[in-house]
């Protein structure tokens, strides 16, 4: 299976600043197929990157990803409060599709 | 308006089995892959497998293999998922999530189904 690493684990921001989160692959990503999510409590996830890059329907572009291979980031720029939440990183380009373990975005 | 219901928690006894329903509207039900993800408590979501409502062919995790079930009424859009052999770890939020392919991102989620196995 490709083991999604997500890191850090928990980041402390404020409103207006940057955030910038990792997941790195054990294996290549096949065709970059690694997508974002943001979940809060009690809520589904909620698709925000899809092939790394790709902005999901509806969503804002103050998120951003990029990366390829094993490498991947999700740019989340001038943080809005509704954007504190738990974020995953899920491949889906070879079988098992795997996810992060998520990183937790709080009020600083 | 895509719709995807979910049904109700369930509790049940270490061993039973469990069926999670997956009601869908508003789009072409054949046309798109129902994947059940599963999240158990604290922990990141888990892909169980899926499965393609037009063919009725299915895709089940390893881990899975044996205890899981995977199938779909056409005439009424709906996907069920059930799960045998029940343990304390299968204690979770059962998700059903849409998408265009096997291999895609889910756009759309079901509200998730919580499952907890306790005796």
């Known amino acids: 299976d490709n083991v999604l690493t997500q890191s850090p684990g928990t980041l402390s921001l404020s409103p207006g600043e940057t955030a910038t989160l990792s997941c790195r692959a054990s294996?290549?990503?096949?065709?970059?197929?690694l997508a974002w999510y943001q979940q809060k409590p009690g809520q589904a996830p909620r698709l925000l990157i899809y092939?790394?890059?790709g902005r999901a329907t509806g969503i804002p572009d103050r998120f951003g990803g990029s990366g390829s291979e094993t490498d991947f980031t999700l740019t989340i720029s001038g943080l809005e409060p509704e954007d504190f939440a738990v974020y995953y990183c899920?491949?889906?380009?070879?079988?098992?599709?795997?996810f992060g373990g998520g990183t937790k975005v709080e009020i600083k | 308006q895509v719709q995807v219901v979910q049904s109700g928690a369930a509790v049940k006894k270490p061993g039973a089995s469990v069926k999670v329903s997956c009601k869908t509207s508003g789009y072409i039900f054949p046309g798109y892959y129902i994947h059940w993800v599963r999240q158990a408590p604290g922990q990141g979501p888990e892909w169980m497998g899926w499965i393609n409502p037009k063919s009725g062919d299915t895709s089940y995790a390893q881990k899975f293999q044996g205890r899981v079930s995977m199938t779909r009424d056409t005439s009424i859009s709906t996907a069920d998922l059930e799960l045998s052999r029940l343990r304390s770890d299968d204690t979770a939020v059962y998700y059903c999530a849409i998408s265009d392919y096997a291999f895609d991102a889910y756009e759309i989620w079901g509200q998730g189904t919580m499952v907890r196995v306790s005796s």
């Open positions: 899920q491949q889906y380009g070879s079988s098992p599709a795997t």
């Open positions: 294996q290549s990503v096949t065709s970059n197929y």
């Open positions: 092939a790394a890059s």
